[in-house]
């Protein structure tokens, strides 16, 4: 799971622990306490342990995901053809109707 590396590091100084004081804490190797705070990555157990230990929710851990630039270009456009479709539709459907009403 990605959780913030930052914020691991930011908890564990304002307690004044080592990273082995930390990792003996949680019940996980030393290591697995450098990983955390260097790539952002943790096994869900050992995330329920270190919000355990430093008292938070997993919430506050977590990495909000966030959509690349080209991502959103892509889901704005999509989002802009679906209006489009719609008033297409819309304006074939009126004009369908103005001329079955015109011609009785």
Not at 1 to 28: F, N, Y
Not at 39 to 50: F, H, I, K, V
Request: glycine share 6%.
């Amino acid at each position: 799971m990605d959780i913030q590396a930052r914020k691991v590091r930011e908890l564990r100084s304002q307690h004044g622990w080592t990273q082995q004081h930390l990792a003996e804490a949680c019940g996980v190797s030393l290591r697995t306490i450098q990983r955390i705070e260097k790539d952002g990555n943790a096994a869900p157990e050992t995330l329920s342990a270190l919000c355990a230990v430093f008292e938070i929710t997993r919430e506050e851990l977590f990495v909000v995901p966030r959509k690349n630039d080209q991502q959103l270009q892509r889901a704005v456009l999509g989002t802009q053809w679906l209006v489009y479709i719609g008033i297409l539709i819309c304006g074939m459907a009126i004009g369908a109707a103005i001329t079955f009403l015109a011609n009785p």
